[in-house]
C-alpha cells in the first residue's frame, strides 16, 4: 500500500487549504486513515482521524477550524483546512490502517507528508 499526500502550500492565516491522500497499490481494505502534523522542532501529533464508516476525531487545536473526510471508492482522505493559523505550520503526513491481501493483517502505512506554511 502506498500513500500519496497532496495539497501543501504556502497560505496567509486566515485562509484555507484542502489536503489529500491517495491509497494505491495492492490494497485489500483500509479502515482508519489519519492526518498528523509534525512542526519544526516539536514532536508528530494527531491532527484527525476517521473511520471506514466515517466516525471522526480532532485534536482540540484544529476542533471547529478543520474537517477529516473519505472517499472510500477512490481510497483517499481528505482534510479541510479553515481558519488557518501561523502554528497550524508543519509537514502534514497521512496514515492508514490497511490490510494488503486477505491474508495479511492490517498494518499502519504512511506517506510522505506535504508543507503547509501559514504566514502572519
Known amino acids: 500500500v502506498q500513500l500519496q499526500a497532496s495539497g501543501g502550500g504556502l497560505v496567509q492565516a486566515g485562509g484555507s487549504l484542502r489536503l489529500s491522500c491517495a491509497a494505491s497499490?495492492?490494497?485489500?481494505?483500509?479502515?482508519?486513515m489519519t492526518w498528523y502534523r509534525q512542526a519544526p522542532g516539536k514532536q508528530r501529533e494527531l491532527v484527525a482521524d476517521?473511520?471506514?464508516?466515517?466516525?471522526?476525531n480532532y485534536a482540540g487545536s484544529v476542533k471547529g477550524r478543520f474537517t477529516v473526510s473519505r472517499d472510500n471508492a477512490k481510497n483517499t482522505v481528505y482534510l479541510q483546512m479553515n481558519s488557518l493559523k501561523p502554528e497550524d505550520t508543519a509537514v502534514y503526513y497521512c496514515?492508514?490502517?490497511?490490510?494488503?491481501?486477505?491474508?495479511?493483517?492490517?498494518?499502519?502505512?504512511w506517506g510522505q507528508g506535504t508543507l503547509v506554511t501559514v504566514s502572519s
Open positions: 496514515s492508514a490502517d490497511a490490510r494488503s491481501t486477505r491474508w495479511d493483517a492490517s498494518r499502519s502505512y
Open positions: 476517521i473511520t471506514r464508516d466515517s466516525i471522526t
Open positions: 497499490g495492492s490494497i485489500f481494505s483500509i479502515n482508519a
